[in-house]
């Protein structure tokens, strides 16, 4: 089956520790995009990569870390950098076609990452 | 400053009756939009894209509209069903995919 996988779904962790969340497509998509979800707010843009071995910062990138080594991968770290670690995380990826993102975006089903 | 808003406020529609959901943005010249789907907990997933030069796009149950010139699009929603209760999320193009807080639709049996 093709599709976007993410774990763990949930995920605990205690403040200050840095803790990673993985993400694998296997779409063969060249962009994937890291996304933070918190109550009563929408999709905001954290990271986003277009091709292997390069990214971008989206809206939010403070306090997280990202690497696109693989094609298939794009694995993120919530470091302890972050203030409100705590929130619904959505990866998802797309086709990217000249710089513009005219292309519908496949998202992974969420990891929920509690911090205390 | 730039924004895409949705109704904040949930939506209740009877079973069979069509339901319109609204996304208005300012300050965007967006070459596409693109309409979503989510359910609680779960990833959104895509529903239909319409780009600028299209006035209407359908899929089965589903209408969307683009006017350009007033800034907003419409999401149709035809013979409802309670199955179709979820939140509706719209998003433009600009560099990168701006997303709407989305609006939370509720079909009543």
């Known amino acids: 089956d093709g599709g976007i996988t993410q774990s763990p779904k949930y995920l605990f962790r205690k403040e200050g520790q840095n803790v990673t969340l993985s993400c694998e497509q296997n779409l063969n998509h060249d962009a994937m995009y890291w996304y933070r979800q918190d109550p009563g707010q929408g999709l905001r843009l954290i990271y986003y990569s277009q091709i292997v071995n390069d990214f971008q910062k989206g809206d939010i990138a403070e306090g997280y870390s990202v690497s696109r080594e693989k094609k298939e991968s794009f694995p993120l770290t919530v470091t302890s950098a972050q203030k409100n670690p705590t929130a619904f995380y959505l990866c998802a990826s797309s086709n990217a076609g000249g710089g513009r993102y005219a292309y519908e975006q496949y998202f992974g089903p969420g990891t929920r990452l509690t911090v205390t | 400053s730039q924004k895409i808003e949705q109704n904040s406020e949930a939506l209740n529609i009877q079973e069979g009756k069509t339901a319109t959901l609204t996304c208005n943005y300012t300050?965007?010249?967006?070459?596409?939009l693109q309409w979503y789907r989510q359910d609680p907990g779960r990833g959104p997933v895509f529903l239909l894209l319409i780009r600028e030069n299209e006035k209407e796009k359908r899929k089965e149950r589903l209408k969307v509209t683009f006017d350009t010139t007033l800034k907003q699009s419409l999401f149709h929603i035809t013979a409802s069903q309670p199955a179709d209760s979820a939140t509706y999320l719209c998003a433009l193009e600009d560099d990168k995919i701006i997303f709407g807080k989305g609006t939370r639709l509720h079909i009543l049996p």
């Open positions: 300050n965007y010249s967006p070459a596409y």
